[in-house]
């Protein structure tokens, strides 16, 4: 889908087709890389067939890397501090509401309120219900410490993450199975899970619908893929543009909005079955934080720089389901697509 190189930039910046259908688009905005500061000029580009955003100008695939400094935070070692007791009220959680595989001796009336202390933290949505086997691929998995933590509560886990020492982090502080790879590729065995996960990882990806069709192929009939990827269509992104934190150019080349992102699962043999909108307050401070640095003075800018007042709009931004995050879940629904 690669169209010409920039002649003023050869070599570190190309221009990109829309990744779902192939047209052309226009630039929206431009931004630069504010998380680590590398050089470089990017486009929020828009498709003039489907709507899609996507990064273009964008660096060269052979440049990208350089925009993953080793501090990059998802792919950096953390160790779990969960308590004992904590632990085992949140497996008899996993049991009793969400189908896990563990016994609990507590009854179920007992733990509700440990039930809504569960979904109210957000991370929890990660916990996916239990599906089939339980066999699941998390792709983009970094340091495999959500794999580690399902494997712990008796799901069966593979990995896969393009990051050759977030995969040996894996193994070696969490002693989780991570293939390194390249996406889209065939990694596994078709029909070999019954879950994959793509937890904010589509939006890094050079091919999205490749990817989406790798993760079809290695899942079983009626198998589910959960995904999450930033909302470009939030409150937050068309209020802050190029400084809206979860765009993170130049490191995210897709921009999905709900239909761009059911559009894209459907062209790969999926259907979305939910799809569920996820606050991030400090998604929002941030965003002030960097609009504040360029001199922007808003009163709105000025509010959602205080823990506060992001607090209050991001729960305002929720009434209408336009959050900064949304996770959808998709069930495989054909794979006899070409290109699979
Ligand atoms: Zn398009």
Redesign the pocket.
């Known amino acids: 889908m690669t169209m010409k190189s920039e002649t003023n930039r050869s070599q570190t910046t190309v221009e990109t087709a829309?990744a779902?259908?192939g047209?052309g688009g226009s630039v929206l905005f431009e931004g630069r890389d504010l998380l680590h500061g590398v050089d470089g000029s990017f486009g929020v580009s828009e498709?003039g067939?489907?709507g899609?955003a996507f990064t273009s100008p964008r660096p060269t695939e052979k440049r990208l890397g350089d925009y993953y400094p080793a501090e990059y935070s998802p792919h950096e070692p953390r160790i779990a501090d969960e308590s004992g007791v904590r632990e085992r009220v949140k497996r008899a959680v996993l049991g009793a509401f969400l189908g896990y595989p563990v016994e609990s001796r507590l009854p179920v009336p007992l733990l509700w309120p440990a039930y809504m202390a569960f979904r109210w933290n957000s991370k929890n949505i990660f916990y996916v219900p239990w599906h089939g086997q339980g066999r699941i691929l998390d792709v983009g998995c970094g340091s495999g410490r959500w794999l580690w933590r399902l494997s712990k509560a008796g799901w069966r886990t593979a990995g896969l993450d393009i990051s050759r020492a977030a995969a040996e982090t894996a193994q070696e502080t969490y002693g989780v199975e991570v293939k390194v790879g390249t996406y889209p590729h065939r990694h596994y065995p078709d029909g070999s899970f019954d879950v994959v996960t793509l937890w904010n990882s589509l939006e890094h990806m050079w091919d999205p619908l490749g990817v989406l069709k790798s993760c079809a192929a290695v899942l079983a009939g009626g198998g589910l893929l959960y995904m999450s990827v930033p909302n470009f269509a939030s409150f937050g992104s068309r209020y802050f543009r190029e400084n809206w934190f979860p765009l993170d150019l130049p490191r995210h080349l897709n921009h999905f909005t709900p239909g761009t992102l059911a559009a894209a699962a459907g062209a790969s043999g999926f259907e979305v079955s939910q799809t569920t909108a996820l606050r991030r307050t400090s998604a929002l401070r941030k965003s002030a934080r960097y609009a504040r640095s360029t001199g922007d003075a808003r009163l709105a800018v000025r509010v959602m720089t205080t823990r506060l007042g992001a607090g209050i709009m991001s729960r305002l931004f929720a009434t209408r389901g336009r959050c900064e995050l949304m996770v959808a879940c998709c069930r495989k629904v054909r794979d006899d697509l070409p290109g699979t």
């Open positions: 829309c779902l259908c047209s498709c067939e489907c899609f």
